[in-house]
């Protein structure tokens, strides 16, 4: 996966819709200071998961809506290992459509 920083997010735009200042929200992360919430917002660090979790809390916004150019990497190599590697989605059938335990 390419790096993760300077990936454009929504943070800024799902902050300032519900009218949420940054020291309030490092707050309720649990920080002190607004300084990694700057960085998040302005790409220049992507957040942990659990972090990203929590924003997504905060924010009441799905982390796809926060973070789309993270996820459509995400989903372009996803779709590109698949499409290279037939056997995987073959695979993915057999995990999506489990035998019946009745019948095995």
């Known amino acids: 996966?390419?790096?993760?920083?300077?990936?454009?997010?929504?943070?800024?735009?799902?902050?300032?819709?519900?009218?949420?200042?940054?020291?309030?929200?490092?707050?309720?992360?649990?920080?002190?200071?607004?300084?990694?919430?700057?960085?998040?917002?302005?790409?220049?660090?992507?957040?942990p998961l659990p972090i990203a979790l929590k924003?997504?809390?905060?924010?009441?916004?799905?982390?796809?809506e926060l973070f789309p150019a993270l996820q459509s990497l995400a989903s372009v190599e996803v779709a590109t290992i698949r499409q290279n590697r037939p056997h995987f989605a073959e695979s993915d059938t057999t995990l999506r459509n489990p035998p019946n335990s009745e019948n095995a």
């Open 55 to 64: 924003l997504q809390l905060i924010y009441q916004t799905p982390l796809a």
């Open 1 to 47: 996966m390419q790096k993760l920083n300077n990936l454009p997010n929504n943070l800024w735009l799902a902050r300032k819709r519900l009218g949420l200042s940054q020291k309030w929200v490092a707050a309720l992360l649990g920080r002190r200071s607004v300084s990694a919430i700057s960085e998040y917002e302005r790409g220049v660090k992507t957040p």
